[in-house]
């Protein structure tokens, strides 16, 4: 099972070691995640991710164009994974008492 | 299966927005040339264009050849002009009662009549030009509406391919008029 499926996050993840390319990404992508992610998931993350402010694009190379975390996108990946690191911590607590 | 897989993931690139691949599309192409695209990626990248569509960006359009309906209308009236020449000598001669036309025209129909791919041919060209004619004239959009996406088709009226596709229905409508007719009275004989 994938650890998530979001690509969003997936994405955010990726770049939090810094600048990549679209094909870059999909291959850190693949090796942390175990998910490959399509072409057209990929830019329609990228896209959205833009929009909102959380990565922007860096001086194009040939016809590829890197991408960073800004601040704002740094924060807001900082929350969402603590956010999940406290579900994830309450599941295993759970399992924990049950078993 | 790779290089089908990325010219369909290049074709569907093509389907997203034009403001969507004026931002994102040398990236994309730059990936599917740089990875081992799959008919998955080119599925993939036909269901974003489609999200693209439905969330934001130019409604989708199949664009087909308006912008150059001359060298199409050529081509139509090439592919009919025989049929046409056949259609209307024939008629000239039978209907009209030229005879001295019909009795040049005849042994030459007749001789057309024993080699079977130029019959077809003479058959099916008032069809294929029909469609050479008209269907670059076609402009189909799907569009954002309320409660669902809506298809929306214009007709560009470029004179010379309606009049040529007009001919080409006439003409096709007397061809098989004739052959049905024909076809009634050997039944009948």
């Given at each position: 099972?994938?650890?998530?499926?979001?690509?969003?996050l997936?994405?955010?993840v990726?770049?939090?070691?810094?600048p990549r390319?679209?094909?870059?990404?999909?291959l850190d992508?693949?090796?942390?995640?175990g998910?490959r992610?399509?072409?057209?998931?990929?830019?329609?993350?990228?896209?959205?991710?833009?929009?909102?402010?959380?990565?922007?694009?860096?001086?194009?190379?040939?016809?590829?164009?890197?991408?960073?975390?800004?601040?704002?996108?740094?924060?807001?990946?900082?929350g969402?994974?603590?956010?999940?690191?406290?579900?994830?911590?309450?599941?295993?607590?759970?399992?924990?008492?049950?078993? | 299966?790779?290089?089908?897989?990325?010219?369909?993931?290049?074709?569907?690139v093509?389907?997203?927005?034009s403001?969507?691949?004026?931002?994102y599309?040398?990236?994309?192409?730059?990936?599917?040339?740089?990875?081992?695209?799959?008919?998955?990626?080119a599925?993939?990248?036909?269901r974003?264009?489609?999200?693209?569509?439905?969330t934001?960006?130019?409604?989708m359009?199949?664009?087909t050849?308006?912008r150059?309906?001359?060298?199409?209308?050529v081509?139509?009236?090439?592919?009919?002009?025989p049929?046409?020449?056949?259609?209307a000598?024939?008629?000239?001669?039978?209907?009209?009662?030229?005879?001295?036309v019909?009795?040049?025209?005849?042994p030459?129909?007749?001789q057309?009549?024993?080699v079977r791919?130029?019959?077809?041919?003479?058959?099916?060209?008032?069809?294929?030009?029909?469609?050479?004619a008209?269907?670059?004239?076609?402009?189909?959009r799907?569009?954002?509406?309320?409660?669902?996406?809506?298809?929306?088709?214009?007709?560009?009226?470029?004179p010379?391919?309606l009049?040529i596709?007009?001919?080409?229905?006439?003409?096709?409508?007397?061809?098989?008029?004739?052959?049905v007719?024909?076809s009634v009275?050997?039944?009948?004989?």
């Open positions: 099972m994938p650890v998530t499926n979001d690509p969003n997936l994405v955010l990726s770049l939090a070691a810094g390319h679209g094909h870059a990404i999909l992508v693949e090796a942390f995640a998910v992610l399509g072409p057209g998931t990929l830019y329609g993350a990228i896209g959205r991710l833009e929009a909102e402010g959380l990565i922007e694009p860096i001086a194009i190379e040939g016809r590829r164009r890197p991408y960073r975390l800004t601040d704002l996108g740094r924060s807001a990946l900082a969402r994974l603590r956010g999940l690191n406290d579900a994830v911590q309450t599941g295993l607590r759970r399992i924990e008492a049950a078993s | 299966m790779t290089r089908v897989g990325r010219a369909l993931a290049r074709a569907a093509r389907l997203h927005p403001g969507w691949r004026a931002r599309g040398d990236e994309m192409a730059g990936l599917i040339d740089d990875s081992d695209s799959s008919l998955a990626d599925a993939d990248l036909a974003s264009a489609l999200a693209a569509h439905t934001g960006g130019a409604p359009r199949f664009e050849a308006y150059h309906p001359g060298p199409f209308a081509v139509a009236a090439l592919l009919l002009l049929t046409f020449a056949v259609v000598l024939s008629l000239i001669g039978h209907e009209l009662g030229f005879s001295a019909a009795d040049a025209v005849d030459w129909i007749a057309l009549d024993t791919i130029l019959d077809l041919f003479l058959v099916v060209a008032p069809a294929v030009a029909f469609l050479v008209i269907v670059p004239l076609l402009d189909l799907i569009e954002r509406d309320d409660p669902g996406p809506a298809i929306a088709v214009r007709v560009h009226a470029v010379a391919n009049a596709g007009a001919v080409a229905l006439l003409v096709g409508v007397a061809l098989v008029g004739h052959i007719t024909e009275l050997r039944l009948g004989a």
